[in-house]
């Protein structure tokens, strides 16, 4: 097998297969079988935006010793032989007549026994990234052949991340941090909300993110309505409350956190709550430790912002990170994953202002043995100010 790879030495690609196996062995499983970006990636080190084509699906089988075995469109075959993956079996995409149905199951036909069980993430926060009448003709193929539930064994491993990792996260929130520190430079009274956005994914892209995946924010007077609209028109105006989300890529790797803004003066209301917020986090981050359930640190962030007199948000008040903008677990009232040393997680909790008016702040940290770590540079206690 190559001794390099992309992204990370062959070696830690190594560790993670083994890692997998040791839970599919756990869970009686033969094989996995993985089809989307961040799953293939983390397996084989192959990174790129070809996967927004939705004409292709591509295919990495684990089996249960041994190498991962690719099963991709013929497109591909350069780019993941410059990865340590030890064999690649190609087909000439796309073919409407069988787009890899045959040598998918060929390939599952040779790794797993009769009567043996392949895992495929069914859980929550996967999906199937192929078509679902080709997936059914592939099981039809199986014969005795189990097709069972794998969230669990890739979800165990992939939520703890390595010290790499953590290395490539912790670097994509860094560049993340400098572009915050210059919103002052094309933010202001007067600018449009679309030109703010438009300025701050250059900006990141200036600082060295590879791309912007996920840009989101808001902005009106005291707080602002929701967080995931597409930005309008709408100049800053003085007594606004800008709020900036960004989820930038480094290395395959995202950051995910927020930053709010006044215009001009914010007013004592938007100042209680970021203040709360604020007592919110760092509550969390003095307290939280391995052992915890993310239903523990909801519980943690939503009695703080209680206990500072502010009304919490709805929904989850944060998530795992890596190599996707949001990853499990959930930190919410009914969530009870146990949180783990090494796990990487965002801090969000959020606040209700008024009726239809919010505030939520965000920081990226990964869990220690005596605690979090933050990942991005902690923001200020008192809300920064834009121009007028």
Known sequence: MPDRSLIFP????RGRVAALQAEMAKDRLDALLLTTPADVFY??????????????????IVPAQGGPIAVIPAIGADLMHRTWTPEIRTWDAPDPVDDGVTLLADTLHEVVPERGRIGIPMGLETHLRMPLADYHQVVARLGSRQVVDGTSAVQRVREVKSEAEIDKIRATCQIADRVFARVPEFARAGTPLDQVFRDFQIALLSEGADWVSYTAGGAGQGGYGDVISPADTRPLQPGDILM??????REGYFCDFDRNYAVGDPGDVARRAHAALYAATDVALNTLRPGMTAQDLHRILTASLSAEGAVPGGGRLGHGLGLTLTEWPSLTAKDTTPLREGMVLTLEPGVEIAPGLIMVHEEN???RADG??????????DLPRLGV
Do not use: H, K
Request: aromatic fraction near 14%; hydrophobic fraction near 50%; charged fraction near 20%.
């Open 43 to 60: 397996v084989t080190g192959f990174l790129t935006r070809f996967w927004e084509s939705p004409a292709r699906p591509w295919f990495v």
């Open 372 to 381: 979090p770590e933050l990942l991005s540079r902690r923001a200020p206690a």
């Open 10 to 13: 062959a070696a830690e690609y």
């Open 365 to 367: 940290i990964v869990l």
């Open 244 to 249: 900036l989300d960004t989820g930038a890529v």
